[in-house]
């Protein structure tokens, strides 16, 4: 593994040759709340309309195969910081665990390379990452509101000021901000001596409960709203530490109207896709279009009516999968072209290294992942370098229990092209031990449970391994 990395490094490193010699690119890393991977309309959603994430992928590439590591809000946001796993960065669920001070920190490292950092939004993380040195920021604690939003903003002196109220809605008004920061950094139309930047622009919507922006609160009424497959699939096989989960709609008075709620949901991502756009459009005003590298993503998914639930947490494929859209910048050859969407197993522990491999810098060996670039290169001629390689299995991790409202049980996993394997291992008593194992390739939907089924010990067996071969290399530990 220690070759395998080192490797690595090596050949990132002569990649990012030409960005290191030429103007870096700026970077734009735009997260949502809760959106599911095949809430797009370029993912083939049936009425929900996103434009401009659609153009991000028509533009650049989509990563189909995209998963976070703990399907849940503050504990991805972590990762996507310091490109560490939850048990690594100390940020393990939303009760107010901390991040640990010795974690890699992707703004501090994009700061030694020259760029200037900016975040605008959503942290959720203890501190709400205001301790942390930015050039600029505007964001707000916890969940926020999303009408008449409280938020606090840096001063030219990189103090934070108090938190104060806004008016209009939350996504908009923190846009705004993300506007006008990136925009006023700009003398006389042009970035010539100014620093490349980075922007951090993480939304809240579509975040429970649904509250969209009034000029979208009538829209898709007439959209026909059509269950899940699985909705009336009662779970049979599953195990209890699933089927006892506080997750069901209508156990919360937001989620006893199905449609509603859908319409909702899809009307706050309508939101957030006009706010794309607007960044997008900006980017164009201001000639840095083609200059500038663009990310978009979620922190987890979303359980829509699947077995009647809702939420994420779990290890099952609408709560863990997530869009994963990157536009590059012009000056970057030798890619695939625009609207290609790329089938590898990425995961958002990898976002840290990207947006280091496009800066022109390399991921400190203690960030976990690996950048996502080399799996969007053109094919060439000859072997494909260990980094072009797509990742053959996983690692899942959920800790957040007992908590005061869903009661999922810890668990963790493993995760292949073919199989995912679940293990509920602590606690309470009654439930530890249970497990869930699927043939994704004949099953994607998660229907059937071969954990206990003898003709399957032998691929426990072997997932086991390979579980706590990536646990040992991770360093995952039991957290109690």
Same mark, same amino acid.
């Given at each position: 593994?220690?070759?395998?990395?080192?490797?690595?490094?090596?050949?990132?490193?002569?990649?990012?040759?030409?960005?290191? %010699?030429?103007?870096?690119?700026?970077?734009?890393?735009?997260?949502?709340?809760?959106?599911?991977?095949?809430?797009?309309?370029?993912?083939?959603?049936?009425?929900?309309?996103?434009?401009?994430?659609?153009?991000?992928?028509?533009?650049?590439?989509?990563?189909?195969?995209?998963?976070?590591?703990? %399907?849940?809000?503050?504990?991805?946001?972590?990762?996507?910081?310091?490109?560490?796993?939850?048990?690594?960065?100390?940020?393990?669920?939303?009760?107010?665990?901390?991040?640990?001070?010795?974690?890699?920190?992707?703004?501090?490292?994009?700061?030694?390379?020259?760029?200037?950092?900016?975040?605008?939004?959503?942290?959720?993380?203890?501190?709400?990452?205001?301790?942390?040195?930015?050039?600029?920021?505007?964001?707000?604690?916890?969940?926020?509101?999303?009408?008449?939003?409280?938020?606090?903003?840096?001063?030219?002196?990189?103090?934070?000021?108090?938190?104060?109220?806004?008016?209009?809605?939350?996504?908009?008004?923190?846009?705004?901000?993300?506007?006008?920061?990136?925009?006023?950094?700009?003398?006389?139309?042009?970035?010539?001596?100014?620093?490349?930047?980075?922007?951090?622009?993480?939304?809240?919507?579509?975040?429970?409960?649904?509250?969209?922006?009034?000029?979208?609160?009538?829209?898709?009424?007439?959209?026909?709203?059509?269950?899940?497959?699985?909705?009336?699939?009662?779970?049979?096989?599953?195990?209890?530490?699933?089927?006892?989960?506080?997750?069901?709609?209508?156990?919360?008075?937001?989620?006893?109207?199905?449609?509603?709620?859908?319409?909702?949901?899809?009307?706050?991502?309508?939101?957030?896709?006009?706010?794309?756009?607007?960044?997008?459009?900006?980017?164009?005003?201001?000639?840095?279009?083609?200059?500038?590298?663009?990310?978009?993503?979620?922190?987890?998914?979303?359980?829509?009516?699947?077995?009647?639930?809702?939420?994420?947490?779990?290890?099952?494929?609408?709560?863990?999968?997530?869009?994963?859209?990157?536009?590059?910048?012009?000056?970057?050859?030798?890619?695939?072209?625009?609207?290609?969407?790329?089938?590898?197993?990425?995961?958002?522990?990898?976002?840290?290294?990207?947006?280091?491999?496009?800066?022109?810098?390399?991921?400190?060996?203690?960030?976990?992942?690996?950048?996502?670039?080399?799996?969007?290169?053109?094919?060439?001629?000859?072997?494909?370098?260990?980094?072009?390689?797509?990742?053959?299995?996983?690692?899942?991790?959920?800790?957040?229990?007992?908590?005061?409202?869903?009661?999922?049980?810890?668990?963790?996993?493993?995760?292949?092209?073919?199989?995912? &394997?679940?293990?509920?291992?602590?606690?309470?008593?009654?439930?530890?031990?249970?497990?869930? &194992?699927?043939?994704?390739?004949?099953?994607?939907?998660?229907?059937?449970?071969?954990?206990?089924?003898?003709?399957?010990?032998?691929?426990?067996?072997?997932?086991?391994?390979?579980?706590?071969?990536?646990?040992?290399?991770?360093?995952?530990?039991?957290?109690?």
């Amino acid at each position: 593994m220690r070759i395998f990395l080192s490797l690595f490094v090596l050949v990132t490193l002569a990649n990012s040759s030409a960005l290191i %010699a030429a103007d870096r690119p700026n970077i734009i890393v735009m997260m949502t709340d809760d959106q599911r991977h095949d809430f797009l309309s370029c993912a083939g959603h049936p009425f929900l309309k996103t434009p401009n994430m659609d153009r991000i992928a028509k533009e650049g590439f989509r990563y189909t195969n995209m998963f976070v590591t703990n %399907a849940l809000c503050a504990p991805s946001r972590a990762t996507l910081m310091t490109g560490q796993y939850s048990h690594k960065n100390g940020v393990r669920d939303n009760l107010g665990t901390k991040l640990n001070p010795d974690a890699p920190w992707l703004p501090d490292e994009l700061r030694k390379l020259g760029y200037e950092v900016a975040f605008c939004g959503k942290s959720h993380v203890p501190g709400h990452f205001r301790e942390k040195t930015w050039d600029y920021y505007f964001g707000f604690r916890g969940q926020g509101d999303y009408l008449k939003p409280v938020i606090a903003e840096s001063g030219p002196d990189g103090k934070i000021g108090p938190d104060k109220p806004y008016e209009g809605w939350m996504d908009d008004v923190v846009t705004d901000r993300a506007i006008a920061w990136m925009t006023q950094r700009q003398e006389g139309g042009t970035t010539k001596g100014k620093k490349p930047f980075v922007l951090f622009l993480f939304f809240k919507a579509p975040h429970r409960a649904w509250q969209p922006a009034p000029r979208n609160k009538d829209l898709y009424a007439d959209a026909v709203v059509k269950k899940p497959a699985l909705w009336d699939d009662p779970g049979a096989g599953k195990p209890r530490a699933f089927l006892q989960a506080a997750n069901m709609f209508g156990q919360y008075p937001d989620t006893k109207d199905y449609d509603g709620m859908v319409r909702d949901y899809c009307r706050c991502i309508t939101g957030v896709d006009d706010n794309v756009g607007r960044v997008l459009k900006a980017l164009d005003d201001t000639h840095l279009a083609d200059d500038t590298a663009v990310m978009y993503t979620s922190d987890n998914g979303f359980f829509m009516g699947e077995w009647q639930r809702f939420d994420k947490r779990f290890m099952h494929e609408p709560s863990i999968r997530v869009p994963l859209l990157v536009k590059l910048p012009k000056s970057l050859t030798g890619y695939r072209d625009g609207g290609s969407k790329l089938d590898p197993m990425v995961l958002n522990v990898d976002i840290a290294p990207t947006v280091l491999e496009l800066a022109g810098g390399a991921a400190p060996a203690a960030m976990q992942g690996r950048s996502v670039l080399p799996l969007a290169r053109a094919p060439r001629p000859g072997p494909v370098p260990p980094e072009g390689k797509p990742r053959e299995a996983w690692y899942y991790e959920y800790f957040e229990f007992p908590d005061v409202s869903h009661n999922v049980n810890k668990h963790r996993g493993v995760r292949t092209t073919k199989w995912k &394997l679940i293990h509920y291992y602590d606690p309470p008593f009654q439930f530890q031990n249970e497990w869930e &194992l699927y043939d994704l390739a004949n099953d994607p939907e998660e229907r059937v449970n071969l954990a206990n089924r003898p003709a399957m010990k032998g691929t426990v067996k072997e997932l086991q391994a390979t579980m706590d071969a990536l646990r040992k290399e991770l360093g995952a530990t039991d957290v109690k």
